[in-house]
């Protein structure tokens, strides 16, 4: 049981490339999430998915996409980096709804930076 | 959305009880209060959950007052191992879900 797996764990890109971050659990939960988190602050949340077939924006979802095919995987896809994409992003999944008594298990982060 | 405030730092000395404080004065009747730990560069941990009860596990206590407006995660015998960033989460996210949305936490650090 490995959890929440993100890949890749550091990142450099040039500013107008594209990147797929991936994240995948095997605790066949239904909820996924993608947060980012930038230096200083708290996590703020890009996008989730309540199962497969079905995403919905968060908070700050513009310069992202993402897309849910099986229960598994969440990838997050970034087009046309820009420097503010400069961050360390955390994928989590959870059984069911958060703040409904249900733990969310968060992966061990992604850093990426977009120069 | 209930919205929570923590003060931005606190210190603790090593194998005293750390005390972390947490208002969620517009909190609603069925939310949860949660807290999670960020120990530097690793992702968020959970350490415990309550509704109205107070609740203890392997990690810590969670105190919640009768008005359910502010709650205190006690970790009993802090080791420097607990510092780390914790935050009390009760607040829901835009979206038909309800989510988490993390602030900006307490930065606890635990004294030698």
């Known amino acids: 049981n490995a959890g929440v797996t993100q890949t890749p764990k550091f990142r450099i890109l040039k500013i107008g490339q594209s990147m797929t971050l991936q994240c995948a659990q095997d605790m066949n939960h239904n909820y996924m999430y993608w947060y980012r988190q930038d230096p200083g602050m708290g996590l703020k949340l890009i996008y989730y998915?309540?199962?497969?077939?079905?995403?919905d924006k968060g908070e700050v979802p513009n310069g992202y996409n993402v897309s849910r095919s099986t229960t598994e995987d969440f990838p997050l896809r970034l087009e046309l980096a820009a420097p503010s994409q400069t961050s360390v992003y955390f994928c989590?999944?959870?059984?069911?709804?958060?703040?409904?008594?249900?733990?969310?298990?968060f992966g061990e982060g992604s850093w990426l930076t977009v120069v | 959305d209930a919205k929570t405030t923590q003060p931005p730092s606190m210190d603790c000395a090593e194998g005293r009880a750390a005390n972390l404080p947490c208002n969620h004065s517009?909190?609603?009747?069925?939310?949860?209060v949660y807290w999670y730990r960020q120990i530097h560069s690793q992702g968020p941990q959970y350490i415990i959950h309550?509704?109205?009860n107070n609740e203890t596990n392997e990690m810590a206590s969670l105190i919640i007052t009768e008005d359910r407006k502010s709650s205190t995660l006690i970790l009993p015998h802090a080791t420097l191992r607990d510092t780390a960033v914790y935050y009390c989460?009760?607040?829901?996210?835009?979206?038909?879900?309800?989510?988490?949305?993390f602030g900006s936490g307490t930065q606890l650090t635990v004294l030698p």
């Open positions: 989590a999944s959870s059984y069911g709804p958060g703040l409904a008594g249900n733990t969310i298990y």
């Open positions: 517009t909190i609603s009747g069925n939310e949860y």
């Open positions: 989460i009760v607040r829901v996210a835009p979206g038909s879900a309800r989510q988490l949305t």
């Open positions: 309550g509704l109205k």
């Open positions: 998915s309540v199962g497969a077939g079905i995403t």
